[in-house]
Nanobody, 127 residues
Framework: DVQLQASGGGLVQPGGSLRLSCATSGFTFDGYTIGWFRQAPAKVREGIAC????????FYASSVKGRFTISRDDAKNTMYLQMNSLRPEDTAVYYCAALHSEAGDMYTGCVYGMQYYGKGTQVTVSS
């Protein structure tokens, strides 16, 4: 079974940092584009950061560009999202996701969605 498990969420003050992790199993990790999505209350889920299967290409939504960094460790089948300079509008449930590299390109997957999603982790930015 394909499994993705996000962790690392929590409550943080504005301007603070958090690092999310996503442990995966059940698929060939290095053959997949991976990414992070988030969904705030009463809003649609949006792709915010994605990285290609090779790790050579990344995509960031304009709302997080320059503040968030996505990375992958293929040896550990794990992805990360380093979030800095957090703002109250970053409050959301964050999900990790994966898309087979032959099923679509990174940009399309990040904008329109991926094949597999994990359960989310809540991030709350508040003073």
């Amino acid at each position: 079974d394909v499994q993705l498990q996000a962790s690392g969420g929590g409550l943080v003050q504005p301007g603070g940092s958090l690092r999310l992790s996503c442990a995966t199993s059940g698929f060939t990790f290095d053959g997949y584009t991976i990414g992070w999505f988030r969904q705030a209350p009463a809003k649609v889920r949006e792709g915010i950061a994605c990285i290609s299967s090779s790790g050579d290409s990344t995509f960031y939504a304009s709302s997080v560009k320059g503040r968030f960094t996505i990375s992958r460790d293929d040896a550990k089948n794990t992805m990360y999202l380093q979030m800095n300079s957090l703002r109250p509008e970053d409050t959301a449930v964050y999900y990790c996701a994966a898309l087979h590299s032959e099923a679509g390109d990174m940009y399309t997957g990040c904008v329109y969605g991926m094949q597999y999603y994990g359960k989310g982790t809540q991030v709350t930015v508040s003073s």
